[in-house]
Nanobody, 123 residues
Framework: QVRLVESGGGLVQPGGSLRLSCAAS????????MDWYRQAPGKERELVAT???????NYADSVKGRFAISRDSAKNTAYLQMNSLKPEDTAVYYC?????????????????WGRGTQVTVSS
């Protein structure tokens, strides 16, 4: 079983910055992708950013130019640097890793989710 733990959330004023971290533990042979999602009250969960094992990144239009996803493969950790934060960024942020736990057909890749960390942007 793979466990993901997010950290770094909190309360910040509009225009401020936060950096979220997501660290994975468990039996991990490879991580194919690391993703950040968010879910605001009353809204559906949305994909914010993703980074592949090859380093390719993608962002939601709403955060492009303000957020940056990165990884530390040696630490099995993903980061989300959030700058120029807006009240509409307020949400619970979740990380999701697509993980391979072994070699061969007996060990297909699986998605694992963190429990989430609250980000609140308010004056």
């Amino acid at each position: 079983q793979v466990r993901l733990v997010e950290s770094g959330g909190g309360l910040v004023q509009p225009g401020g910055s936060l950096r979220l971290s997501c660290a994975a533990s468990g039996i991990i042979f490879s991580i194919y992708a690391m993703d950040w999602y968010r879910q605001a009250p009353g809204k559906e969960r949305e994909l914010v950013a993703t980074i592949t094992s090859g380093g390719t990144t993608n962002y939601a239009d709403s955060v492009k130019g303000r957020f940056a996803i990165s990884r530390d493969s040696a630490k099995n950790t993903a980061y989300l640097q959030m700058n120029s934060l807006k009240p509409e960024d307020t949400a619970v942020y979740y990380c999701k890793f697509t993980v391979g736990t072994g070699v061969g057909s007996a060990f297909p890749s699986q998605d694992y989710w963190g429990r989430g960390t609250q980000v609140t942007v308010s004056s």
